[in-house]
């Protein structure tokens, strides 16, 4: 198995509140690792490819607005 290769958008601030995706294995295993940036070596989510991008059309939409 691949390992995944995680960054940070380049639209994150430096705030520290940041995800990491790992978008290496979306062709190869089918998921989107996500982590917390904060925590490295904690956990990832393993998000089906379908989720993660669905989840990326809502961001896009303005549907996750910060309150």
Same mark, same amino acid.
Not at 30 to 34: F, H, R, S, T
């Given at each position: 198995?691949?390992?995944p290769q995680f960054f940070t958008s380049s639209y994150s601030s430096n705030g520290g509140n940041c995800v990491e995706v790992a978008a290496n294995l979306a062709i190869s295993d !089918?998921?989107?690792?996500?982590r917390?940036?904060?925590n490295p070596t904690g956990p990832a989510l393993a998000l089906p490819v379908s989720a993660f991008s669905t989840f990326l059309a809502g961001v896009k939409r !303005?549907?996750?607005r910060v309150r």
């Open positions: 198995m691949t390992e !089918g998921i989107v690792p996500v917390d940036s904060k !303005g549907e996750f």
